[in-house]
């Protein structure tokens, strides 16, 4: 069974272009989370998808940022315009039940503003 | 609102000596998890803490959980240089809760000297 992958696995952009990040995740899992590992700092949750329904986007941190699930299968975060606070390392986990089962995470994104 | 401390930040062992990283929360939190991550890679799971007093071993790996105390360890035996990794601990919010997101403590950087 595939794990859940993430692309690109780096990705480096100007500041004020526009990024969008994959996740796949692992098949039937309808669970699919999004977080954020800042530079030295906690890894922060930034929203949850119950296939193709937002769940929780409390974490997102402003409207820049855009994550879609279309069709419930992956999902895509798209950053526009990208600012230098943005760099950072991406994650997505899937799950396949809400209630308290285990997250499968992918390898992250990690992307650099500059 | 679950917030969760992780100490130290960074820990330098030599072979063959114990060690224990620290993990407090601050509410109830259903859950306790244990992840590993080598640079560029995912976070892996290691152990999955259900209850008061449970412990869990693997290897030269042993994780334990307080739910009074909000406290859970994770021990190092005997360390050995494969061990040198990041490690994260993540408490999850009440099953039956909107969203279980985890919450991430700042991760434990282990670094492993012959």
């Known amino acids: ?114 | 609102e679950l917030k969760v401390e992780q100490n130290p930040l960074f820990l330098s062992m030599q072979e063959g000596k114990n060690y224990t990283i620290y993990c407090n929360y601050s509410t109830t939190s259903d859950r306790l998890y244990w992840y590993r991550q080598d640079p560029g890679k995912s976070l892996e799971s290691l152990f999955v803490l259900l209850s008061n007093g449970a412990v869990k071993q693997e290897g030269r790996l042993m994780a334990s959980l307080d739910t009074k105390a909000r406290l859970s360890t994770l021990h190092i035996t005997a360390a050995v240089h494969d061990l040198s990794a990041t490690y994260f601990c993540a408490a999850q919010g009440l099953v039956g809760g909107a969203t279980n997101k985890l919450i991430f403590g700042t991760g434990t950087l282990l670094a492993v000297q012959p």
């Not at chain 1, 996740?23 to 929203?47: A, Q």
């Not at chain 1, 943005?86 to 209630?99: H, L, N, P, Q």
Request: with cysteine.
């Open chain 1, 1 to 114: 069974e595939a794990g859940v992958t993430q692309f690109p696995s780096h990705s480096v952009i100007e500041k004020g272009q526009t990024v969008t990040l994959r996740c796949d995740p692992i098949s039937g899992h309808d669970n699919l989370y999004w977080y954020r590992r800042v530079m030295g700092k906690e890894i922060k949750f930034l929203l949850h998808f119950v296939k193709e329904s937002k769940q929780d986007e409390s974490g997102m941190p402003n409207n820049r940022f855009l994550a879609e699930r279309t069709g419930g299968t992956y999902s895509t975060l798209k950053v526009q315009p990208a600012e230098l606070e943005d760099s950072g390392v991406y994650f997505c986990a899937s799950s396949r039940r809400t209630g308290g089962t285990e997250a499968f995470f992918g390898q992250g994104t990690r992307l650099t503003v500059v």
